[in-house]
């Protein structure tokens, strides 16, 4: 059964840092395209970073340069690290293949940015 599980959320204040993880079982998502995604409170769900298989990334605005997404083909695991972290950044944070699949989105891991 195809499972993606997030951790590494938690409550940071404003200019701090945390390193998302996603773990996916399934070999099947080394190869494909990943995504990590938010959902702030009242909000849509929004993607803001995307990697291939290859390591090709693309971000959303506003995380450019301050968010940094990776895997590990190996170990079939997703990563995103944040920096410079804004109250605006705080979001339920999920990972799935991208473009995503409704029957894989886990239970999220919850950002809160606050001082």
């Known amino acids: 059964q195809v499972q993606l599980v997030e951790s590494g959320g938690g409550l940071v204040q404003p200019g701090g840092s945390l390193r998302l993880s996603c773990a996916a079982s399934?070999?099947?998502?080394?190869?494909?395209?990943m995504g990590w995604y938010r959902q702030a409170p009242g909000k849509q769900r929004e993607l803001v970073a995307r990697i291939t298989k290859g390591g090709t990334t693309n971000y959303v605005d506003s995380v450019k340069g301050r968010f940094t997404i990776s895997r590990d083909n190996v170990k079939n695991t997703v990563y995103l690290q944040m920096n410079s972290l804004k109250p605006e950044d705080t979001a339920v944070y999920y990972c799935n293949v991208e473009p995503p699949r409704y029957d894989y989105w886990g239970q999220g891991t919850q950002v809160t940015v606050s001082s």
């Open positions: 399934g070999s099947i998502f080394s190869i494909l395209p």
